[in-house]
């Protein structure tokens, strides 16, 4: 028998009643400046772990538990739960509402600051496969996003809910608006696929802007061939440096301008105009760019 069944569980926590009940017993107070909206609909939290493709063989790293209302169906949902909650306030109230699940480790931590390899090697030795669930606190959505992209971390989904216009972002294709470096950092990575979008009557207290719960499925290997990850990166936010300007450019700019006139030839070899804007071009065009800048010696 697990310990989860070995206890009368209470209500959920992802319920305003419940959610309230605990802030008012800790007398907790929200600080905005952290990010801090809990979600309390019951429907979108099982769509979030539904997306996450769990099991008790498997891991599940949570960012930012608040009051555990995610955590509980984590820990219901995967062998072992890791979360990270940079609000010591927090951290007796998670102990106190997850003493039922003997499956869950509450650390308390800058998810931008942990060595998350060692908590890795810590708490998911054995796992088949690991994921990241997370209600992400907006004010850092991104740079959580790149660090758990560019670590190469052995990650199998990335659940999350977002921000809807940073979901659009991530999900964006070539020539739009919300195309730039984001989405070619997400998708170069992961295959985006949007889960549902989400009304903020869904959380306590309430944000001014609507939500959206993103699945990022790691893929096997890059989405494009490149010979160097970092310098395709750099030509990427190179191109991107200055939205209105020509990738020709932008791209003067990286190379310096004694080396401009070179750029012509590099822009021939792949085919594209050096007139087009960085948003047009797709992940293999950027591909091709970074390496003929290469080998044309105008990049390191
Ligand atoms: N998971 C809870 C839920 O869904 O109800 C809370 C989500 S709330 C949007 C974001 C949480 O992230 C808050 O608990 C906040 O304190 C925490 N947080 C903010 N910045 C963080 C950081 N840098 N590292 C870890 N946790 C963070």
Redesign the pocket.
Do not use: R, W
């Given at each position: 028998m697990t310990t989860n069944q070995t206890h009368t569980r209470a209500a959920a926590?992802?319920t305003p009643t419940r959610?309230k009940d605990i802030i008012r017993k800790h007398g907790f107070t929200f600080?905005k400046s952290?990010?801090?909206?809990?979600?309390?609909d019951k429907n979108i939290?099982d769509k979030i772990v539904d997306a996450a493709d769990l099991g008790p063989a498997k891991g599940a790293l949570?960012?930012?538990?608040?009051?555990?209302?995610?955590?509980e169906r984590l820990a219901q949902e995967a062998g072992r739960v890791a979360?990270?909650?940079?609000?010591g306030r927090?951290i007796p109230i998670l102990q106190d509402v997850l003493a039922p699940y003997d499956n869950v480790s509450v650390v308390h931590?800058?998810?931008?600051?942990?060595d998350l390899r060692q908590l890795w090697q810590e708490r998911f030795a054995g796992t088949e496969s690991v994921s990241v669930v997370?209600?992400?606190?907006?004010?850092?959505t991104t740079p959580?996003i790149m660090r758990l992209l560019e670590e190469h971390l052995p990650i199998e989904n990335i659940v999350v809910?977002v921000q809807k216009e940073v979901a659009e972002r991530m999900a964006a294709k070539p020539g739009g608006k919300d195309y730039g470096t984001l989405s070619i950092a997400v998708q170069y990575y992961c295959e985006p696929e949007l889960v549902c979008i989400v009304p903020s009557g869904a959380?306590i207290p309430a944000?001014n802007v609507d939500s959206a719960v993103i699945k990022l499925k790691r893929r096997p290997k890059p989405a494009v061939d490149v010979s160097d990850e970092e310098r395709y990166f750099r030509v990427v936010h190179a191109a991107f440096a200055q939205r209105r300007k020509t990738l020709g450019n932008n791209l003067a700019a990286l190379v310096g301008k004694e080396r401009k006139a070179e750029l012509g030839g590099v822009f021939e070899r792949c085919g594209i105009d050096p007139t087009r804007r960085g948003e047009t071009l797709s992940l293999k065009e950027f591909a091709a760019l970074a390496d003929a800048l290469a080998e044309a010696k105008l990049l390191s």
């Open positions: 926590i992802a959610t600080k952290l990010g801090q909206n809990f979600l309390i939290l949570e960012i930012g538990p608040g009051v555990g209302a995610l955590t979360a990270l909650e940079i609000d927090l931590a800058d998810v931008l600051k942990a997370a209600n992400l606190p907006y004010y850092v959580i809910m959380f944000p």
